[in-house]
């Protein structure tokens, strides 16, 4: 794993977009996979403000996000496809014909998990992950063993917790998603983890030095073989 150490949540933001531009300049028709949540609307800003000055080209790229609550339709402003939109897609020349969500408004777990393992059946060259603070990746929450591919889970009550500020009230959180597996987020060529502030130092250090087990799915990246993270001070604080 090559840990990067940021100042602060802007620095955590700048290098990651210099990672994710090098992935876009080197292969304009990339496929990147992305992340929802706090901590990469700093890095989807800096790609924006790149692309704005003419640095950056998202024509000929395809995205395939990590998950998307399940029962939120693409207008919900707190799907990920409504946050993707407003984050990324809107202010690029992305494809938005190209990027992917899961379909919340499948109500067929089966179907929606099969639909989505045929779109990510494509290789992903960089995939964009955040860590929750119970070391999730995606939606996989801890559990007892490492699911494999795209599956509907029940929330856990702390990314309940951790989420209900994006919406109206706790009840409103949805309590369940659908997210890609374990095994497809391994699939990826390189893996860039974005981690800021105090709350994620315990899951920062179980994920880097702890045992690899699925209760805390991140520690499985310790056995992929390009792994990145870029962490602030605080993140870092308990290593
Ligand atoms: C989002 C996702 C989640 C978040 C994680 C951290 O698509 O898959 O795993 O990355 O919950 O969320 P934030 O960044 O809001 O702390």
Known sequence: ???????????????????????????????????????????????????????????????????????????????YRYFMNTNLFDHVNIDKTRTFVPNGLEPDPEKACAAYEEIIRQSIDLQLLGLGRNGHIGFNEPADSFARETHCVNLTESTIDANKR?????????????????????????????????????????????????Q??????QLHNDVTIVADEAAMSKL
Not at 27 to 46: D, E, R
Not at 184 to 212: N, Q
Not at 216 to 221: Q, R
């Open 1 to 79: 794993m090559n840990i990067c150490k940021a100042k602060n949540y802007q620095d955590m933001s700048r290098k990651a977009a210099n990672i994710i531009s090098a992935q876009v300049i080197m292969k304009p028709h990339c496929v990147l996979g992305l992340a929802t949540g706090s901590s990469p609307i700093g890095t989807y800003k800096q790609l924006i403000e790149w692309y704005n000055k003419g640095d950056l080209d998202f024509a000929r790229v395809m995205s395939i996000n990590l998950d998307e609550y399940k029962g939120l339709s693409p207008e919900n402003p707190q799907s």
């Open 166 to 214: 994006f919406f109206e009230s706790e009840n409103d959180v949805p309590r369940q998603a659908y997210t890609m597996g374990i095994g497809s987020i391994m699939k990826a060529r390189k893996i860039l983890v974005v981690v800021s502030g105090e709350d994620k130092a315990d899951a920062l250090k179980a994920t880097i030095c702890g045992p690899i087990t699925p």
């Open 216 to 221: 805390v799915p991140a520690s499985i990246l």
